[in-house]
């Protein structure tokens, strides 16, 4: 994911009224052994949120994710 964010930042949107730039957040999980889907996106979304409070822009991992 982090390899996705810095060139959509770097890329100016241009439209007949407006310039801009567009940032990216993204909340990383992954599912463990009997985890049901639904607690892992429930993850995803809590990671999202808690990047998006912490400034936007950035990739959050779900704290106990292996390899991080």
Avoid: W
């Avoid at 730039?21 to 009997?34: A, H, L, N």
């Avoid at 990671?47 to 912490?54: C, E, S």
Wanted: net charge neutral; charged share 20%; with cysteine.
């Amino acid at each position: 994911m982090e390899q996705i964010r810095p060139p959509v930042e770097a890329t100016t949107v241009t439209s007949a009224h407006a310039a801009f730039r567009v940032t990216m957040t993204f909340g990383v999980s992954q599912i463990k052994p009997g985890e049901a889907i639904n607690q892992c996106i429930d993850h995803a979304d809590e990671t999202l949120y808690a990047g998006k409070r912490a400034g936007r822009n950035r990739v959050v991992p779900q704290p106990d994710m292996v390899g991080t």
